[in-house]
């Protein structure tokens, strides 16, 4: 499995566009890039999924460059509401078959 | 929809103690995760069913960990005798591969405290 690394933590101000950064250096050609977040005392929820340039839907977009080694979440005007930890998953696009690792995830907080 | 049930969703305990944490996945799919999280090691998945079957079961901590499925709609994650250690918030997780994107759907967790 393809292993990310995302920063530990981040910081923004309300109203701001937020960019969480992910890098997948080992990415396989059939791995999908899928991003999750998580409020304090609940599961993980579903964000975005892409494979390859970007995705937008009503939550979020994901930027992925042509080489796909690292995508980016972009959060537009953020609010208090978004103050969670957001995960990126690498894995293949039969996510039964896969392990799907979670990490360390990315705490951000939303400062008023 | 329902979605994803755990029960419970608190459980204090003492150490040797049984502890059994159920799960009811969304109706109709064929995927079924038990995930374990703390401070320390994040988010690990524990095991994995398909259709019933475990698939992947190489999470599970130790022999003291086991995982059922006897049908669609249940599964119970066991730990016997429990440990302090073993405190932890315990998710429960469906999918179906009739999913374009593979998206996980998670229970609210079991918030588990052995003493």
């Known amino acids: 499995l393809a292993k990310t690394t995302q920063p530990i933590s981040m910081d923004s101000y309300e109203g701001q566009e937020v960019n969480i950064t992910c890098s997948h250096n080992n990415i396989a050609t059939n791995d999908y890039i899928t991003w999750y977040q998580q409020f304090p005392s609940q599961g993980p929820r579903f964000i975005i999924q892409g494979y390859k340039t970007k995705v937008t839907n009503e939550v979020a977009s994901l930027f992925i460059p042509a080489d796909r080694k690292s995508s980016t979440l972009s959060l537009p005007r953020v609010s208090l509401s978004d103050t969670a930890v957001y995960y990126c998953l690498v894995g293949g696009d039969n996510f039964g078959n896969e392990k799907l690792t979670f990490g360390t995830g990315t705490r951000l907080t939303i400062i008023p | 929809d329902a979605g994803v049930i755990q029960s419970p969703r608190h459980e204090v305990t003492e150490m040797g103690q049984e502890v059994t944490l159920r799960c009811k996945p969304i109706s109709g799919h064929d995927y079924l995760f038990w995930y374990r999280q703390t401070m320390m090691r994040g988010l690990e998945l524990l095991i994995y069913f398909n259709n019933n079957v475990p698939i992947d079961d190489s999470g599970m901590p130790e022999d003291r960990f086991s995982a059922k499925m006897p049908n669609a709609s249940f599964s119970t994650l066991k730990i016997q005798p429990s440990e302090p250690r073993d405190s932890a918030v315990y998710f429960c997780?469906?999918?179906?591969?009739?999913?374009?994107?593979?998206?996980?759907?998670f229970g609210e967790g079991s918030r588990l405290t052995v003493l």
């Open positions: 997780a469906s999918s179906t591969t009739n999913s374009n994107t593979g998206e996980l759907f």
